[in-house]
């Protein structure tokens, strides 16, 4: 008689369940990826707890949150983040430390395939998903023209790894309305309604415990009074054990709030099982 599966038996190889991303999802820095969070299998649980800090050009972020993954099939997560715009925040003239605060609660369903043990077929693991996102200061936001300051985004992801290669490759469509995904609010002067945007990753594997790599993530620019760029990094994860991982990125997130050139710094710590 076989012994019975370990509620958290953290079963999956390492570095399969990615890191937390700046929404919360199992991904990569930026983007989100179709593998489910954590190290449980299919006849267990994982999850993770985490913490970043996004340093720019006029602005910091801190964000921190936690998701499980149930039997390698649904994610849920919780994300918290707040975007301090410092010094910067008295020449929008919002006084200076003045910062907005964002909560976002996802779901994840794996719906077919796998990344890591269909080695023999090209057909990805695919993944659907949705996120709730609201932030605070409401009046502020539809003052410069947000329609909303909450509201739900919906994406595709479909993510491959290589063995063979040591690659990892990903792909996701998103449908939103988000500025800046959330923290300005969503929809704008410029439109109100939903459009695909795209989230690709590429992760070379130098070890099993250290990855590298890069993603590009496109934005909407829905704001009469500002711009919004596509998003893109670099980045180096390691894995110390299952438990604790480290991630540091470059990032470019292009203009915020008609501040351009916002380059610098992404910094992230997780734990989990």
Known sequence: ???????????KLLATGGVSNIEGAGGGGIATW?????????DAIGGNAHATFTGLSNFNAYSGG??????DRVEVSYNYIDFDTGNTGAKLGLGKGFAFHEDIVGLKVKLFGDAIYDQDSFIPQVA????????????????????????????I?????????????NVTVRMTKANQIGI??????????????????????????????????????????TKASDWKDIFAAYFLTKNISLTAAYVDLGTIATFKAQRGVYLSVQAGF
Do not use: C, W
Not at 66 to 71: E, V
Not at 157 to 169: C, G, H, I, P
Not at 188 to 206: F, H, I, K, M, N
């Open 1 to 11: 008689m076989s012994p019975a599966p370990l509620m958290f038996d953290s079963g």
């Open 34 to 42: 179709a593998l489910i969070t954590g190290y449980g299998t299919r």
């Open 66 to 71: 936690a998701a499980l993954g149930f039997y």
């Open 128 to 155: 659907i998903g949705t996120q709730f996102k609201t932030t605070d200061h409401g009046a502020l936001l539809k003052a410069v023209g947000a329609k909303s300051n909450s509201g739900v985004d919906f994406y």
């Open 157 to 169: 992801a479909a993510t491959k790894v290589f063995l063979d290669s040591n690659l990892l490759a």
């Open 184 to 225: 300005l609010g969503f929809g704008g002067p410029l439109d109100d309604s939903y459009r695909p945007q795209v989230e690709a990753s590429l992760a070379y594997l130098v070890s099993k415990r250290f990855v590298v790599g890069a993603e590009y993530r496109t934005m909407p620019s829905n704001l009469g009074f």
